[in-house]
């Protein structure tokens, strides 16, 4: 099972990025309970959105989850230096199994 | 506070090694865990869950080689790793599952498999 993100994306301080995480073989529904992890180098992942929707405690709400088309989206609005991270979704496939999307690199410049 | 510290981590010329996370802050016995792993410069990787109820789920990378469990009693999350191959070098990360995601991760601790 392959999940998909952008390899990278350039947003500019005070602009909006939508990155998004697919299946090859399904449209993402909520039924896939996408969830979206921040990570810095060096830093173990934070816990960003949860449930597709849901932000997790003490996450600004620059940051927002949703369902694109056939994707789950993760949107930051507003973006701000300290968002320049790695940024990985997560889909839970049933029977305990959960996969990594292959992450994007968010540079804010 | 939810706080979880792995241990157990190094280098190691094939064979196996024993991962720790000793967990506090929340009430261990009733949530599923999880281990996920990030190879040197490569993306995370999700590698065992173990729910409250004790079964267990593998990535396919890992089952047969990789063995997880608890101690409800020591609050301790365990992963045992036999037959340890140079692709399974990485930072591996003791996570805290609610339902269907990780809520909480741990700082990590860094396994050199060295052929």
């Known amino acids: 099972t392959v999940v998909t993100q952008e390899p990278s994306f350039s947003v500019s301080p005070g602009g909006t990025v939508t990155l998004t995480c697919g299946l090859s073989f399904d449209s993402v529904s909520t039924n896939y309970y996408p969830s979206w992890y921040q990570q810095t180098p060096g830093q173990a992942p934070r816990t960003l959105i949860y449930?597709?929707?849901t932000r997790s405690s003490g996450v600004p709400d620059r940051f927002s989850g949703s369902i694109v088309g056939n994707k789950a989206a993760l949107t930051i609005t507003g973006a701000q230096a300290d968002d320049e991270s790695d940024y990985y979704c997560v889909l839970y496939m049933g029977n305990g199994i959960s996969v990594f999307g292959t992450g994007t690199k968010v540079i804010v410049l | 506070e939810v706080q979880l510290l792995e241990s157990g981590g190094g280098l190691v010329t094939g064979g196996s090694l024993r991962l720790s996370c000793a967990a506090s802050g929340f009430t261990f016995s009733t949530y599923a865990m999880a281990w996920a792993r990030q190879a040197p410069g490569k993306g995370m990787e999700w590698v065992s869950t173990?729910?409250?109820?004790?079964?267990?789920y593998y990535a396919d990378f890992a089952q047969g080689r990789f063995t997880i469990s608890r101690d409800n009693s020591r609050n301790t999350l365990f992963l045992q790793m036999n037959n340890l191959r140079a692709e399974d070098t990485a930072v591996y990360y003791c996570a805290k599952r609610d339902k269907y995601f990780f809520d909480s991760w741990g700082q990590g601790t860094l396994v050199t498999v060295s052929s």
């Open positions: 173990i729910n409250h109820y004790g079964n267990t």
């Open positions: 449930n597709t929707y």
